[in-house]
């Protein structure tokens, strides 16, 4: 009779959660996933370091991933650090030359090169970028209207160079990814009129993953997923249900960007986009790598 110590116990549930990986790893390889990545999983120190190395297992076990990063508080406090007043319309902040200047010494910055350092350190090979490198992301100028409730005429908003991307060019990442190479992306370009836009994150991670045709568009948030009326997560989602969740009210508030942007990503051709809780430890492993999964996975 074979005695099977505690710490042998522990290896073999390892072993175990290899073999369930392993089929996975087949169906994924060579495949290229898109990564939007902020809110708190990029604030926390621990999150950071254990986000760096699972992107870069991912790359070791034959995935492509892309990095498509925010920033949006850390903007906010170089601001207020610079005396520098804003606001916000609709969740887009009113960007003007001296705040967009900020933004782009904060994203392409800071936060760039730290999420390089951190993919590094895990052993990976990481290059910062943003949409103006290589040409690969051009912007147009975002317009919104407000309807003035005591008129009920619709009225233009400048939000001043806050972009959303017209062109995506994936050539240059592509040639990074069979080098081997990690892309990470801040959200700034430049617009056909020569000036820079800050984009939102999770449109410009969206674009991107359907220029490359992305296996898989992973949006991480600072929520499980999307929740039906009692709080039980959904695990998948087309678009007919969708639509109906937004008109009962189930998808609300900042839901309805994120998952529309999943919609736009999918109807482009990504396989399939992934909302996600970027503070659960490993959310993408366990999201790609189990049976069970851990988010709402939105196919067209």
């Given amino acids: 009779m074979i005695t099977v110590t505690t710490d042998q116990q522990t290896l073999q549930r390892k072993a175990a959660t290899l073999i369930e990986a392993l089929p996975y790893m087949k169906k994924y390889a060579g495949e ?3 990564i939007k990545y902020g809110g708190h999983a990029m604030g926390d120190a621990n999150l950071a370091r254990q986000f760096a190395e699972d992107v870069v297992l ?3 076990v034959g995935i492509n991933p892309v990095i498509v990063h925010g920033g949006g508080p850390q903007i906010g406090n170089m601001l207020k650090r610079l005396g520098v007043q804003s606001e916000f319309i609709d969740g887009l902040r009113v960007t003007d030359a001296a705040t967009v200047e900020i933004a782009e010494m904060v994203l392409c910055g800071s936060i760039n ?3 390089v350092a951190d993919l590094n350190a895990a052993g990976g090979r990481a290059i910062g970028l943003s949409g103006k490198d ?3 992301v051009m912007a147009r100028k975002v317009s919104r209207t407000k309807r003035d ?3 009920n005429i619709e009225q233009v908003i400048d939000l001043g160079f806050v972009g959303e991307p017209c062109m995506v060019d994936p050539t240059f990442l592509q040639s990074s990814m069979t080098a081997g190479i990690i892309p990470v992306i801040a959200p700034i370009a430049m617009g056909e009129d020569g000036k820079t836009y800050n984009i939102n994150a999770d449109t410009m991670a969206g674009a991107i993953a359907g220029a490359l045709k992305a296996r898989r568009f992973f949006l991480l948030t600072d929520v499980a997923g999307v929740m039906d009326k009692e709080k039980n997560l959904l695990t998948e989602l087309g678009k ?3 639509d109906e969740l937004i008109a009962d009210g189930t998808i609300s508030g900042g839901m309805i960007p ?3 942007t999943c919609l736009m990503a999918v109807e482009a051709g990504v396989r399939g986009a992934v ?3 970027g503070r659960v430890t490993h959310a993408i492993l366990l999201e790609i790598f189990t049976e069970r999964g851990a988010g709402t996975m939105i196919r067209a």
């Fill in 149 to 151: 409730p005591d008129s």
């Fill in 32 to 34: 290229t996933f898109v």
């Fill in 58 to 60: 991912l790359k070791q």
């Fill in 134 to 136: 290589s040409d690969m």
């Fill in 113 to 115: 090169k730290s999420i």
């Fill in 240 to 242: 007919t249900d969708i």
């Fill in 275 to 277: 909302i996600l809780d």
């Fill in 258 to 260: 994120k998952v529309e």
